[in-house]
């Protein structure tokens, strides 16, 4: 199931954007993404920070931004991906994770599934953050975070 959903989005110009949500793109910045058609959202309950978000069919993809002064920074904090699940079964997250090179960092259960936990990408060396959980409709969410390493 989580399978169908991992590798569903791409640019409109047919490159590459966001198809393997384990190969974060490096070379975005805020304005690419805005002509991407990501949109700035306000007014989110809970959140004060710049989010430039769209919605890939059922995956939400959405970057955090800081501020630069009164500005907008032009380099992204974070990447999340969210997407709809119908269940999740432990086993073929594993298996579904294995066969992508993916080691999970910590032993998974689901009581710490919607608490969070992370994973390693084998072959670029990147890590991630996964939780799950029921949205208000009783749909399951997976959630993805990329935390983009701060270049100095």
Do not use: W
Not at 32 to 55: E, R, W
Not at 93 to 116: A, F
């Amino acid at each position: 199931m989580i399978i169908i959903n991992l590798v569903a989005c791409k640019k409109s110009n047919n490159k590459p954007l966001l198809n393997d949500i384990f190969n974060p793109p490096f070379n975005i910045d805020y304005d690419f993404l805005v002509n991407q058609g990501f949109k700035l959202q306000t007014g989110l309950p809970g959140v004060d920070v710049p989010i430039l978000a769209k919605n890939f069919g059922d995956t939400l993809v959405y970057f955090q931004f800081d501020f630069i002064g009164e500005k907008i920074g032009q380099t992204p904090l974070c990447m999340f991906k969210r997407f709809k699940v119908a269940s999740v079964n432990l086993k073929e997250l594993k298996d579904s994770l294995y066969t992508r090179n993916i080691l999970i960092l910590n032993n998974i259960n689901c009581i710490n599934l919607m608490k969070g936990f992370y994973i390693k990408n084998n072959i670029n060396k990147l890590f991630f953050h996964c939780s799950v959980d029921e949205d208000t409709k009783g749909g399951i969410n997976f959630y993805l975070r990329f935390d983009y390493p701060e270049l100095h």
